[in-house]
């Protein structure tokens, strides 16, 4: 997981390709949504603000099609994280879902108000349910702006 203090920071460090451009343009457009709607742009990209506690869970989730960015609107919540080979397989990956459950320990980080946060396939997360957050949340293809298999 890559943590960014700020929406500036991200757009700093993720400023090259049209899938972060497309990031970049669903987080500008949050006047206009609905929360709890999924939104997409192209075929790269699903977004949606999420706001009220996370459920608390004991499966670690993790993906292999696409990544998770969250941008913090308000609140905070705390996430584990741990590397997907340290830990177990409680259910195998599924191709129609993009997940996969896993179970063990990771390490706990806290995440607030304006911070982005990358969350990279080669870790898995689950969130602890702490506290209430608003939240954009953006699934992003692993591809650079297109599905192969199309």
């Known amino acids: 997981m890559i943590i960014l203090d ?8 993720y400023r090259d390709g049209r899938k972060w451009n497309r990031c970049i343009e669903a987080i500008e457009n949050l006047e206009k949504l609905k929360d709890g709607v999924m939104y997409s742009i ?30 913090y609107l308000e609140g905070g919540e705390s996430v584990e994280i741990a590397h997907k080979d340290a830990l177990h397989i409680k259910q195998a990956y599924q191709d129609e879902t993009d997940r996969e459950f896993l179970l063990g320990q990771g390490q ?43």
């Open 108 to 150: 706990s980080q806290k995440l607030c108000k304006g911070q982005v946060a990358v969350f990279d396939n080669n870790k898995a997360y689950r969130f602890h349910g702490d506290s209430r957050v608003r939240k954009v949340v953006l699934k992003v293809t692993v591809e650079d702006g297109y599905f192969l298999n199309k």
């Open 42 to 71: 192209g075929d790269s990209l699903v977004y949606m603000i999420e706001d009220g506690v996370a459920k608390n869970t004991s499966d670690f989730i993790a993906n292999r099609r696409y990544f998770d960015i969250h941008y």
């Open 6 to 13: 700020n929406l500036t920071q991200f757009k700093e460090v």
